[in-house]
């Protein structure tokens, strides 16, 4: 029976999972394929974190602080999982580096990747023109404190966002509502009229999906304090008209094609499962659900006991989520995982 | 420094935080006012689950059936909590029996409670009208495996819902989204749909915050398989028109005023901070965001830790909540709460 926790995937769920088994009184090895821990929010240099603006990079690198802190949490970046054998208690697996873990579970933790607008069957035209750019790559412009049209390198007079870009549409196969969207495009949007209070910014949305708190900390706020404005419409293409683009659709609740020029684009696209979460998904045989995000089979009363015994799940590998989803269930798979050890030496010293 | 956490509340959110306490060995105490433990799915007598259809009680029995196998975990109910003192690690709470608990912290699962339509500023005459009910209402009578009109006995021919009652409204001081109203109404819609065939069925909305996987496991079907007529528009009023029930507003889609005839109309009361939240934080001394809510500083880094050192908190008494995020957040905060007096009790021994 191994004290040991294996976590694959070191973004914000593996992370806080790893600090949670530590903090429980096992320890735990993070498994992280990229050069260094944080996941999206800094690999994609994400400015501020929905919904209340905290710097991303302070709140990720406090957290990789705590968890370095802990003697028993050791981390393994640059490297990824190969193999599995045993079982329930006694997992071996095997690294790229040629390592073997000890370990009595496992948390995935693998993450999504973002919707390459690449695969839109709308016309977007993202790899036509520079000034069509996404969440991602405005996050990019944001954390330097600037926003700014890529080919004029000057402040945008109008921008807007569409959303649902490889959500909620079922000609690309992606059916699901990537839940966090709106928010962070509505975030952006403040941001963007603090940074050019001259511009003009629009969102285009088929439903504003602020749940919660949102509604009163952004969707308000954006509307009241900052004004930006909401636009329920399809948007079905981008073109290049002159020196501006234009964007192209029906403002549904006016009952009228839109035809409204932009000096940029923001795509909002939505999550997919990541390759990681695939590839790790295969294999150690957990199931996953018909979109490719891990299963959990008693939702809502369980929310990270996957399919093979011994491995639990957590964060975005189980379908969209915002940060509180990620570091709630990540804490609660890390809470399982350590039962689930406590409860196997117990039946093994009985 | 004491091994037991005092969890107060016994809805979902409080069975697995104690229950959860209990796997990582150390002792949990449940303190629950009702008589009975299940919180609003029991109290409010839930139907099915959103999203699953998971029958309800058969559920939260099996939550409390594990919790009743740990012997670690003891249970009060009828029991509330009037008083507290102390500090982390030793805290003292007084119970209305009269008993006194040493705890080394607090968890909170005081919940919410359904919005009083009584309180709504629109006309929708619940308290006026047999044949205008609550989500909750409603959900008696799928529990009972049937659908009828009040007033009649008879299944509705026309039955519809209106999102949004003592949510994202300003005037009645609930600026918040509710968060599950709409999953929850669009899984009634399918139930009635399915126990009364010939019934047709509306669901009158601002945005339909089908987040997730509830776009494609109810949203979708509830249209494409189930025929649920969503409508975007506003409902002002509910008025007796001969032995129906008028509804009247404004259809925001087509921009023309709406007046449909309905035999039954099923209004989507929001959560708010249940009194025991309002009063629990309060005693302790927690602080609330502005909406009466328990506050938790850090989000979304952090889900669970109050302001008051040793004391934390999960599920609805956090805010609108689904109940994957009530699971979720009970297992960190049973998480935080056993690793804060793993960590007292080494800087006690070091």
Known sequence: MSDCVLVIGGGPAGIEAARTVADLGLRSVLIEQAQRLGGAPISCNYAALTPRFADAETGIDAMIGELAARPNAEVRTSTTVTAITGEPGAFTVTLSTGEALAGGAVILATGFDHFDPGRERQMYNYYQYPDVVTLQDLEVQLKRGEVCVPSTGKPPERICWVQCVGSRDRNIGNEWCSKVCCGVATKQAIEVRKLVPDSRAYIFY????????????????AQEQHHVQYIKGIITEVLERGERLLVRGEDTTMGRPLEIPMDMVVLSVGMEPSVGTRRMAALLGVAQNRHGFLDIAD?????????RPGVFACGAALGPADLEDTISSAAAAAARAVASLRRGAATLAG
């Open 299 to 307: 939702v809502p009363l369980d929310t990270v006991t996957t399919s």
């Open 206 to 221: 088929i439903d504003m999906r602020m749940y919660g708190f949102w509604e009163t900390e952004l969707y308000w706020p």
